[in-house]
C-alpha cells in the first residue's frame, strides 16, 4: 500500500481563509548557542489543508479529538466538476452522480479544479481561490444528509459557495460579478437564491448532521479524479480543538502507485513539485468567460 499526498505545502505564504490569522514563524533557539533549533508557531486553524470540526459552528459539537479513525479514513468517491462549474457556479448533486458511483456513508472529495489558482500554483490567484470558486446549494446538503456522507473535501477555498457567506459583503466588486452569473443563470438575485435561511448552510446544517468537511486540498489530486479510492485525513488529536491543519491522503496499491508516478512523471509541476492537468484551468477559465460574458 502507498500514499498519494492530497496536502497543500503550508508555509508563511500560505492564505488563511480571509480575516483569520496566519502563520507566523519565529525562532525562538538556534543551534549556537542553544545546540538545537526550535520555533515558535502562530496561526488560525483554518489554513492550508484543514478539517472544519463540528463544534466550529455548533456548541454542543465534537472537538477534533473526539473523531474515530473509522470517521477519519474510509472508502471515498472523487468527482472532477471543472468540466461544468466556472466561477460563482453552482454545482448539484447529479453532476456529481454522472460522473462517480457515491455510496452511503461514502467520504466525498469535490475537485473544483480551483486548486489551480492556490499560492503554490503556477496561475495562482488567491482572490480567485477564497472568493469566486463554486459552490452548492441546499439540494446538495439533503442529498448528502440523505447518504449519510462522513466528511466532504473541497480543492478552494470553503465548502460553501463564497457568496453564500460573508465574503459577499467584505469583496463588492466580486459580489457584483456573482450577481450578474446568478441573474443571467437562475434568474434571481444573490440574496434571491442564498437567503437568510441558507445562510453558510455546509456549516451550520450540516455538522448538526456530523458531515465535516475538509477545505483547501491539494497535492495530487489531479491524479485520482472520478473514481472511488480509500481516503484518509489526520488532524491533530486536538482537545477542545474547533477544527484543525491536517494531512490528507489517498492510500493505493503498489502496483497502481507505480502508475500514477509515471504518469504524474509526465504532467507540470507546481513549485513544490504536486502535478497538476492545464485542461481544468483551460475548461475552468472557458465556463467563466462564457459566466460573465
Known amino acids: 500500500m502507498k500514499l498519494i499526498d492530497l496536502t497543500l505545502p503550508l508555509g508563511i505564504a500560505t492564505p488563511a481563509w480571509p480575516t483569520y490569522e496566519p502563520l507566523q514563524v519565529k525562532y525562538f533557539k538556534r543551534l549556537a548557542p542553544n545546540g538545537a533549533n526550535g520555533q515558535l508557531l502562530t496561526h488560525s486553524n483554518h489554513l492550508g489543508t484543514h478539517l472544519d470540526g463540528e463544534c466550529h459552528f455548533w456548541t454542543a459539537g465534537k472537538d477534533i479529538a473526539s473523531l474515530t479513525m473509522d ?23 447529479k453532476m456529481v452522480t454522472d460522473r462517480v458511483e457515491v455510496k ?90 442564498y437567503t437568510d435561511e441558507k445562510y453558510q448552510f455546509m456549516h451550520l446544517d450540516m455538522f448538526p448532521h456530523h458531515i465535516l468537511h475538509a477545505e483547501c486540498l491539494g497535492g495530487d489530486l489531479d491524479l485520482l479524479l472520478n473514481r472511488r479510492v480509500k481516503i484518509g485525513f489526520f488532524p491533530w488529536r486536538f482537545v477542545d480543538g474547533e477544527s484543525s491543519i491536517g494531512r490528507c491522503v489517498a492510500f493505493v496499491e503498489d502496483d497502481e502507485y507505480e502508475k500514477l508516478m509515471a504518469k504524474k512523471a509526465t504532467m507540470p509541476k507546481s513549485k513544490f513539485g504536486d502535478c497538476y492537468e492545464p485542461k481544468h484551468i483551460e475548461s475552468l477559465n472557458k465556463l467563466t468567460k462564457a459566466n460573465l460574458a
Open 104 to 193: 452511503h456513508g461514502d467520504i466525498l472529495i469535490i475537485h473544483t479544479g480551483y486548486h489551480h489558482f492556490g499560492w503554490d500554483m503556477p496561475e495562482a490567484d488567491e482572490v480567485r481561490y477564497m472568493v469566486q470558486h463554486p459552490g452548492p446549494d441546499v439540494e446538495f446538503a439533503k442529498w448528502a444528509q440523505k447518504l449519510e456522507l462522513r466528511w466532504i473535501g473541497v480543492d478552494c477555498g470553503s465548502a460553501d459557495h463564497p457568496m453564500n457567506t460573508i465574503i459577499r459583503n467584505w469583496m463588492p466588486r466580486q459580489a457584483k460579478q456573482a450577481e450578474k452569473v446568478f441573474q443571467k443563470k437562475f434568474h434571481k438575485s444573490l440574496e434571491e437564491f
Open 71 to 93: 470517521y477519519l479514513v474510509n472508502e471515498a468517491a472523487v468527482v472532477d466538476l471543472s468540466d461544468v462549474a466556472g466561477d460563482y457556479d453552482v454545482y448539484t448533486s
